[in-house]
């Protein structure tokens, strides 16, 4: 049986539109679309959900919406390239986003220090573990 997810609110596109301008300083482009979800690790089947898009420095963000309250997120570069951020879902769209956002700042810091023959770990005096790959 398939679920039917409810749209995204204005209130929702709103919040996450907020939480790019706080996080860039300007206006973000976001796009809304669809993306098909495996939400029930049991079964094959997928559920389309309503979700925000953005793309900047080269990384390509989503934040799905797969039940009312209850988001999923990632960021990738190519389909090689995918990162989520270690937690399945959250109940508070701001939440998703600013983690989003913070965790692809963080990778993006750690691969210009690799880049530069710098590691994270060695700067830090502890060990790093890197971003969730999914």
């Given at each position: 049986?398939?679920?039917?997810?409810?749209?995204?609110?204005?209130?929702?596109?709103?919040?996450?539109?907020?939480?790019?301008?706080?996080?860039?300083?300007?206006?973000?482009?976001?796009?809304?679309?669809?993306?098909?979800?495996?939400?029930?690790?049991?079964?094959?089947?997928?559920?389309?959900?309503p979700t925000i898009y953005w793309a900047d420095r080269g990384a390509q963000l989503m934040v799905c919406k797969m039940?009312?309250?209850?988001?999923?997120?990632?960021f990738f570069y190519s389909g090689m390239e995918q990162y989520g951020t270690g937690h399945d879902q959250y109940d508070r769209l701001g939440d998703c986003v600013?983690?989003?956002?913070?965790?692809?700042s963080d990778h993006?810091?750690?691969?210009?220090?690799?880049s530069s023959g710098v590691t994270l770990a060695k700067d830090n005096d502890e060990e790093y573990h890197g971003m969730v790959v999914i």
């Open positions: 049986m398939t679920q039917t997810i409810p749209d995204l609110t204005d209130a929702e596109h709103k919040l996450a539109s907020g939480k790019l301008y706080e996080r860039y300083g300007k206006l973000v482009p976001v796009r809304l679309a669809d993306s098909e979800l495996q939400l029930d690790g049991l079964s094959d089947e997928l559920t389309l959900c039940a009312a309250e209850h988001f999923r997120c990632q600013v983690t989003l956002l913070q965790v692809q993006e810091r750690q691969i210009t220090k690799i």
